[in-house]
């Protein structure tokens, strides 16, 4: 976390705890894969997150649909060993030449393959 992200209370805001599931969706790409869009995030803030001086949260995430054009991720930030966020998101693979979306490929579905499960 950045020291810039919590609240005056000391919370974590709710946008920037998002950013952090996005950096963590990111890591999660493959060399090269520019072209994938959020399409839907559906977020369940299930307690408080807190800032503290250099703690480390953990974001576990896994595949739950791999689809022809889009793939549905499964996310769950934790702290002091229980879940804080939960969210599940649709990331869609976009042609931005054509502005559309496009199939995914063997070698991409292979790639995402590998974080499918629980």
């Not at 977020?43 to 649909?65: A, P």
């Not at 769950?76 to 693979?93: F, H, P």
């Not at 496009?102 to 991409?108: D, L």
Request: net charge neutral; aromatic share 8%; hydrophobic share 40%.
């Amino acid at each position: 976390m950045r020291w810039s992200d919590p609240d005056s209370f000391g919370h974590v805001n709710h946008a920037r705890a998002l950013s952090l599931l996005e950096d963590a969706r990111l890591a999660m790409a493959g060399p090269g894969d520019r072209d994938l869009i959020l399409a839907r995030l559906e977020v369940d803030y299930l307690r408080q997150l807190y800032y503290r001086v250099g703690e480390r949260l953990c974001v576990r995430s896994w595949i739950t649909r791999l689809g022809t054009k889009s793939l549905t991720m499964r996310q769950e930030l934790t702290q002091d060993d229980r879940v804080a966020i939960r969210a599940d998101s649709v990331v869609v693979l976009f042609d931005f030449t054509t502005d559309a979306s496009r199939a995914m490929t063997e070698a991409e579905r292979a790639h995402w393959s590998r974080f499918a499960g629980s």
